[in-house]
């Protein structure tokens, strides 16, 4: 089974910038439907962007819409999550999961098989 690695995380002033990956081992992300999702304390955890395994479509949520970017590199087996413009209400854990299925991206973290360990991300006013 595929097992993921989140990185890229860290400290930022607000309007920064910060690019997630997530990256795959013991198996391709290419089978994968790619869904990130972040929690803040206190928060329940919160669908933010996906790619199918297909190379799209891509999902965002309104609150990061024009902010955020996800690709993939199936050629490394990595995902990106590209954040511009980070504001203070984007501190969080971040988390990568994989969906193995039809090409789509489950909104619902229930339905994706793997999760990697999450990488903090922190916005600074």
């Known amino acids: 089974q595929v097992q993921l690695v989140e990185s890229g995380g860290g400290l930022v002033q607000a309007g920064g910038s910060l690019r997630l990956s997530c990256a795959a081992s013991g198996g391709t992300t290419s089978a994968y439907n790619i869904g990130w999702f972040r929690q803040a304390p206190g928060k329940e955890r919160e669908f933010v962007a996906g790619?199918?395994?297909?190379?799209?479509?891509?999902y965002d949520v309104d609150s990061v819409k024009g902010r955020f970017t996800i690709s993939r590199d199936n050629a490394k087996n990595t995902v990106f999550l590209q954040m511009n413009s980070l504001k203070p209400e984007d501190t969080a854990a971040y988390y990568c999961?994989?969906?193995?299925?039809?090409?789509?991206?489950?909104?619902?973290?229930?339905?994706?098989?793997?999760w990697g360990q999450g990488t903090q991300v922190t916005v600074s006013s």
């Open positions: 790619i199918s395994w297909s190379g799209g479509p891509t």
């Open positions: 999961a994989a969906h193995r299925g039809s090409p789509r991206v489950p909104r619902v973290g229930a339905e994706y098989d793997v």
